[in-house]
């Protein structure tokens, strides 16, 4: 394994980490039904899909810098 192929497969894994950490923030935002955590929470999910989204892409073209 490359250490393109290395750092492409950390940067998966923290964007990973950082749904889990969203999601639950989330569901503390829910149970508390506080709208200004809910939408911190959203805007973080949306910043862990997106990082996920690169990282793959990154894998698949093996195009990392």
Request: hydrophobic content about 60%.
């Amino acid at each position: 394994m490359n250490i393109k192929k290395a750092r492409g497969f950390l940067g998966l894994a923290g964007a990973v980490a950082g749904a889990v950490g969203a999601f639950s923030g989330f569901r503390n935002a829910r149970a508390k039904n506080d709208k200004l955590m809910l939408a911190n929470a959203i805007a973080s999910i949306a910043v862990a899909v997106t990082g996920a989204a690169l990282a793959a892409r990154a894998l698949r073209k093996d195009d990392l810098a």
